[in-house]
């Protein structure tokens, strides 16, 4: 096989797990529409804690995440408040291979994503249109992660509004040192 053979058969391969993933309405961190970045943990210095964070005491890091949408299309983000809000979604623990969403609303932990339209009933939820190559980033607050546990966060996005939402995954990291 010739390289130029090569490269359009990896290019297909790389097309099909994309859509396979994108089809069941969960896309690991990637989507034709979309891709959902870890850009960095950091930890927060004194000043950010008593400015930013709800409790004071135990360690806290900033985890910044972006969206970078597409050049095809805009897509439709879940999120509470104006543009530019940070986006509705699910905390995501892991380990050992199990993959648990953390539900804040009812406090339960569950094996499958609640999806959308739970998040949806949140007071103020709504879908706001990002245009084409536009990116969004935020931060979230962590504690340090537990000893052999894995964290990602996930949103939700959507082609247009008649479309079914897509789940986009962030890949997994750990924050700081495991206790």
Known sequence: MSSCNLTR???????LITMSTSTCGVAWAQSPLAQLKLISIRKMNDAEIVTHSSEQGSPKYAVRFRLQIGADAG?????????????LGYCLSRSGGNVVWLDEQSGDDRDKSPGAE???????????????MAALEWEIESQPSRAGREESRSIFIRKDTGSPPIELVAPW???????
């Not at 990291?173 to 206790?179: A, D, E, H, L, N």
Request: glycine letters at 12%; zero cysteines.
């Open 9 to 15: 058969a990896f290019a297909l391969a790389l097309a």
């Open 75 to 87: 897509v439709y983000l879940l999120t509470v408040g104006p543009k530019g809000s940070p986006p």
């Open 118 to 132: 739970h998040l949806n009933r949140e007071e103020g939820a709504r879908w706001v249109l990002l245009p084409a």
């Open 173 to 179: 990291y750990m924050v700081g040192i495991g206790k």
